[in-house]
């Protein structure tokens, strides 16, 4: 069974942070380049990170350059996005994904084969 979990959301204040995880099972992260997407209610699903496979290649969507950071840990076969200075328009339901080839647009949510179920992000005082 290929499965992707995402894990780690929940409530914050503005300015806040918050690290997600996304953990594989049924096949190796290794092979795939790894998308964060979100979605709010009402809006369109926006790509926010990307890690590249097989390099240290990193990409963010503008809204949130300096702000997220994407990793990987191989040997737990899990992929994180470590969140800071969060804002309320980050609010979200964020969601890891899978995609074989590179994604080409790199945020192009039907690229990305394997999804996970979501984790809820609420940023709010």
């Known amino acids: 069974q290929l499965r992707l979990v995402e894990s780690g959301g929940g409530l914050v204040q503005p300015g806040g942070s918050l690290r997600l995880s996304c953990a594989a099972s049924?096949?190796?992260?290794?092979?795939?380049?790894i998308g964060w997407f979100r979605q709010a209610p009402g809006k369109e699903r926006e790509g926010v990170s990307c890690?590249?496979?097989?390099?240290?290649?990193?990409n963010y969507a503008d809204s949130v350059k300096g702000r997220f950071t994407i990793s990987r840990d191989n040997a737990k076969n899990t992929v994180y996005l470590e969140m800071n200075s969060l804002k309320p328009e980050d609010t979200a339901v964020y969601y890891c994904?899978?995609?074989?080839?590179?994604?080409?647009?790199?945020?192009?949510?039907?690229?990305?084969?394997?999804w996970g179920q979501g984790t809820q992000v609420t940023v709010s005082s």
């Open positions: 994904a899978a995609a074989i080839r590179a994604p080409n647009p790199l945020f192009r949510p039907s690229e990305y084969v394997h």
């Open positions: 890690s590249r496979r097989g390099s240290s290649s990193t």
């Open positions: 049924g096949f190796n992260l290794d092979y795939y380049n």
